[in-house]
T-cell receptor
Framework: AQSVAQPEDQVNVAEGNPLTVKCTYS??????LFWYVQYPNRGLQFLLK??????LVKGSYGFEAEFNKSQTSFHLKKPSALVSDSALYFC??????????FGTGTRLLVSP | KAGVTQTPRYLIKTRGQQVTLSCSPI?????VSWYQQTPGQGLQFLFE???????NKGNFPGRFSGRQFSNSRSEMNVSTLELGDSALYLC?????????????FGPGTRLTVL
């Protein structure tokens, strides 16, 4: 069965600095990988996804993620963090037509 | 296009009661998934429907059930409510079921069981 891990409960970064939110996955075949963001009292918003092809995926709000098959990772990155990026970030994996499995979430806190 | 809508947004029930939550997907989307979100367990998958058929099911007791109508709207029902059922219930829709299609989430229904 597929699974995903987000090893950090919280990531702290100063505004203007680069940020990375980590995600590793486990599947038996080829994964479809997703990042979502959740703001307080809101549902999840789709940021980006990896299907196949180029390992660097660009998404909404300046976020990007790098797929690394050998390390089974799909880390979320942004070159310059904004205070407004502070939110809860979820990584998710899907294999074929199985259910979408989410990580436990990482809270990103960007300080001014 | 209007986003995914969920009703009601907030609900307070007592133990033993039952509850029905409703979800209207984005127009044209035929797949609807439901999730339970709690601080301790994170996002847990409940079930997924596509063209009125349940495609996937999570590890929840039989008290949790769902259905999808011909217009793709979906409902989930929880019978004999327990305190532990207090959570944010999220509905998500996508064009078709599974694979690489991203899901679009509604704002959720906050259920409190007293």
């Amino acid at each position: 069965a597929q699974s995903v891990a987000q090893p950090e409960d919280q990531v702290n970064v100063a505004e203007g600095n680069p940020l990375t939110v980590k995600c590793t996955y486990s599947v038996s075949g080829n994964p479809y990988l997703f990042w979502y963001v959740q703001y307080p009292n809101r549902g999840l918003q789709f940021l980006l996804k990896y299907i196949t092809g180029d390992n660097l995926v660009k998404g909404s709000y300046g976020f990007e993620a790098e797929f690394n098959k050998s390390q089974t990772s799909f880390h979320l990155k942004k070159p310059s963090a904004l205070v407004s990026d502070s939110a809860l970030y979820f990584c998710a994996v899907r294999e074929g037509f199985q259910k979408l499995v989410f990580g436990t979430g990482t809270r990103l806190l960007v300080s001014p | 296009k209007a986003g995914v809508t969920q009703t009601p947004r907030y609900l307070i029930k007592t133990r033993g009661q039952q509850v029905t939550l409703s979800c209207s997907p984005i127009s044209g989307h035929r797949s609807v998934s439901w999730y339970q979100q709690t601080p301790g367990q994170g996002l847990q998958f409940l079930f997924e429907y596509f063209s009125e058929t349940q495609r996937n099911k999570g590890n929840f007791p039989g008290r949790f059930s769902g259905r999808q109508f011909s217009n793709s709207r979906s409902e989930m029902n929880v019978s004999t409510l327990e305190l532990g059922d207090s959570a944010l219930y999220l509905c998500a829709s996508s064009l078709v079921s599974g694979s690489y299609n991203e899901q679009f989430f509604g704002p959720g229904t906050r259920l409190t069981v007293l």
